[in-house]
């Protein structure tokens, strides 16, 4: 029986982790749930065996000792980080912890945290992106700027500079952001998986049709081969197997990645629900297990849609 640790399992990424598990696997893997609040508050925590309270991945040293003995105490043997921090520090702790990783190994895990060396990467190997600088150095492009904090996730800290005179609100973001060239609608996020033999990949798009605090609520669903290709072409050039989850816009000669993540994202569970859950791949393949029957085929396009539900709680 496999443990799996689910990290920042506050998260909307992380209800859906441990959804696929419980969906999947059922009884056959015990689940720990761990964020910086309590289980009464974390509403994955309600799937899980035991749930951990631990420290902010901004206190790096203290969450890996709490890592450390998270992981002795449960049995942990498949670590699922989430926040870009903490995908960084599993990165490096992962194989001294003796737990396997559903993420990317240290080099790709760097490159993705920071969005203008991955911008520079791309650009690099031939994967179609808008123009990214640094925000110190932000430029006018007649398509408007997008400024985003250089580390991050979500649409926290995201802007739109419509007019050249606002540039210096751009640049006052400094070394800490990037200014990119704006793209146009619609956007796109791509879910994909990659095994770790390189023989499978699959991807499926959604178009988010709408986003509230940065969570797609809308989205039609549906395959493109030239946003697969180019996917596929990313996770080879990273040598990253597991999941991936791409954003994208247009450009003007068709479509160009404005963010690249080697994790799920909140709105991945949306492809699930069609039958293609990359999440479920990746733990399957991991584990020796043969990743194709959870990627399914869908027919036409489909439009999945989202509601909140209110989960009722007691603190232990």
Known sequence: MHTVWIGAAGTATGYGIARSLRTHWGDRVRLVTAD?????L??????????????????????????????EAHGVDTYFPLLVAEIVLAAGLAEALGVSLVGPGAAAAAL????????????????????????AEARWWPEGVVVKPRSGQ????????????????ARERGED???QRRCRPPEITVDAFASRDGALFRSVCRERLEVKAGV?????????????????????ELG????????AMRGPDGYEVTDL??????????????????????????????????????????????????????PA
């Open 240 to 247: 990253h197997a597991g999941v991936l989850c791409v954003q």
């Open 154 to 169: 979500g649409s926290h800290g995201v802007e739109t500079i419509a007019a050249e005179a606002e540039l210096g609100r």
């Open 177 to 179: 952001a990037v200014a």
């Open 36 to 40: 910086i609040n309590p289980a009464h």
């Open 216 to 236: 797609c609520t809308k989205a039609r669903l549906f395959e493109d081969a030239e946003l697969a290709d180019v996917v596929r072409t990313i996770a080879g």
């Open 261 to 314: 993540n080697p994790r799920p994202g909140a709105g991945t569970p949306m492809s699930a629900l069609a039958g293609v859950d990359v999440t479920a791949a990746a733990l399957a393949d991991l584990w020796g297990e043969d990743p194709e029957p959870f990627l399914g085929r869908f027919e036409g396009e489909p439009f999945v849609v989202r509601r909140y539900e209110e989960i009722l709680r007691y």
């Open 42 to 71: 974390v509403a994955a925590s309600e799937l899980a065996d035991a749930h951990v309270v631990v420290p902010p991945v901004a206190q790096a040293d203290r969450l890996a000792r709490a890592l450390r003995d998270g992981f």
């Open 112 to 135: 993705c945290a920071d969005k203008l060396e991955a911008a520079r990467w791309m650009e690099a190997h031939g994967i179609p992106a808008p123009p990214t600088v640094s925000a």
